[in-house]
């Protein structure tokens, strides 16, 4: 996730002078829900390594293990508090207890895809994991797909912006990675959303045909 305020060269800058601290932290703190630009930092990173500024090698170390760190975090205040948490956000926009738990359930059988391409969509890297500890997915698992998924988006990221940064300025390669952010975010909720919207959409016209039914049944004969 990137903030629109903070110009890709001041970006540049943090990871210049912070060096790996800002990559570690920067993806960590992302994970955790804060403001930070922990993607673009890390992309900044590996844009520096191709310059020989930094070491490529430990560039991705630290965004892997920052990612790790920060999706096991967020795993385990969702499985202590995000149950609480999202009943009350459910009240708040009067979305009924059923259907949080059928949004839970729908989220139990995919927790592993969402945790692994979560690491690639903005959003989602930082609700996958909460969502996760919510759903009780069990924690061996979790962890599987989390540090696999880390190192996969660590090493994607980083080789993109450590090879295409120098052909490409490190701007435009920022607004290429929120593009396809934006463009995967919109995918996976289509991913979700569409199949809760027409598994409701039955549910209602099954009961109205109940209820239809009924009444024909109770209606006195001549």
Request: aromatic share 14%; no cysteine; net charge negative.
């Amino acid at each position: 996730m990137s903030l629109d305020f903070i110009s890709p060269e001041a970006i540049e800058q943090i990871a210049q002078q912070y060096g790996y601290w800002a990559i570690f932290f920067g993806i960590l703190l992302e994970n955790l829900g804060l403001p930070i630009p922990g993607e673009t930092v890390t992309l900044a990173g590996g844009f520096l390594a191709g310059s020989d500024q930094l070491n490529y090698w430990l560039v991705v170390g630290d965004a892997a293990l920052g990612a790790t760190i920060g999706g096991n975090i967020g795993y385990w205040i969702g499985r202590y508090g995000g149950w609480a948490l999202l009943l009350k956000l459910g009240k708040l926009f009067r979305i009924k207890e059923a259907q949080i738990e059928e949004l839970k359930r729908q989220f139990s059988e995919n927790a592993g895809k969402a945790v692994f391409l979560g690491r690639f969509v903005a959003l989602l890297r930082i609700f996958a994991s909460p969502l996760a500890g919510i759903a009780e997915m069990p924690y061996w698992r979790f962890t599987l797909y989390n540090t696999i998924g880390a190192l996969t988006w660590a090493t994607v990221m980083v080789s993109l912006s450590y090879f295409a940064g120098q052909i490409v300025p490190l701007e435009k390669l920022f607004t290429l990675a929120s593009q396809f952010g934006i463009v995967a975010f919109l995918l996976v909720a289509a991913w979700i959303v569409v199949p809760f919207w027409l598994e409701s959409r039955k549910s209602k016209q099954l009961v109205s045909e109940s209820a239809e039914g009924s009444t024909i049944e109770e209606t006195p004969q001549d």
